[in-house]
DNA sequence: ATACTTGCAAAAGATTTGCCGCATG
DNA sequence: CATGCGGCAAATCTTTTGCAAGTAT
């Protein structure tokens, strides 16, 4: 069973062949299918279609947002006029973009996290979420 | 002449009664340091409407992408599913959202700049841009 | 049982584009 | 005067939704 289809049992959400489909790609959305991460509805449709070709797309989109809404998956709007998803995980992180090949780098930085928190309180509002999106160039090492 | 204006002309970019209303509106969303307006286009039209009913929504469309080409306008994606645009300014800063309003709020902090491009060292990469959003709720002051 | 799900197609919302008369440099 | 621009409507693209039928608990 999928990391993704234990989170929707231990939270009360009811499961369907489609959705355990979505769940198992989504989970494996990092290791099997290579560097292809953070897939957009397009991507995932056409992953879950392989396994079953009568998956619609308005399941797709109904259950990615369902997912999101339990905590299960993370949605990004990167600059694309498309959302894209990955499974949350224990830990938030952040990404680190890859200028020249676009690779993306996670990372966690505990005193950046801090200081956002501080930064909203200052100004007098409680933070609920954030994205910091670093662009950045590979440093040649000869 | 507005700001967005003079640097259309000092770029070459070809003066319109269009643009330039497009340019004077998009000059003026800029209030009052810590709380201006990024208007999306929807909301541009309706401004612009006001100096001339004629201008369609398709030349606006038009002109804040030509603007934005032309590094005269930002362009943001912030988790609404639509553009907002601000005039571009020589300081760098980031943005708080209201996640109930989507009021928007501006800050610089010396602090996070710092330290994400030390994150970015630590990961063997230059740092060439950022993005940083704070998604945040008000906290009521009885 | 019954409340939730799904597939399909249509709808909706944001943005782009083809066509063609018109304005700008 | 040649090239680019603007208005309009139609076309795209992504995402949502109404409906009728099927399914999970």
Redesign the pocket.
Same mark, same amino acid.
């Not at 959400?13 to 959705?19: G, I, N, P, S, Y």
């Given at each position: 069973m999928s990391k993704i289809e234990e989170k929707c049992k231990s939270r009360g959400?009811?499961?369907? +062949?489609?959705?355990r489909l979505i769940a198992k790609v989504m989970s494996e959305s990092k290791s099997t299918y290579g560097s292809k991460d953070h897939p +957009?509805? +397009?991507e995932l449709h056409k992953r879950v279609n392989l396994l079953d070709k009568?998956?619609?797309?308005?399941?797709v989109?109904?259950?990615v @947002?369902?997912f999101e809404e339990a905590g299960i998956i993370e949605r990004h709007d990167f600059k694309e006029? @498309?959302?894209r998803y990955e499974p949350l995980t224990e830990e938030h992180h952040d990404h680190l973009i890859d200028v020249k090949t676009g690779e993306i780098v996670e990372f966690v930085d505990k005193e950046i996290e801090e200081l956002q928190k501080k930064v909203a309180e200052k100004l007098g509002y409680k933070l609920v979420d954030h994205k910091l999106e670093l662009y950045a160039q590979k440093i040649k090492k000869n």
């Open positions: 959400v009811r499961l369907t +062949d489609q959705r +957009d509805v +397009d009568n998956i619609s797309i308005a399941t989109y109904r259950t @947002k369902l006029g @498309k959302s």
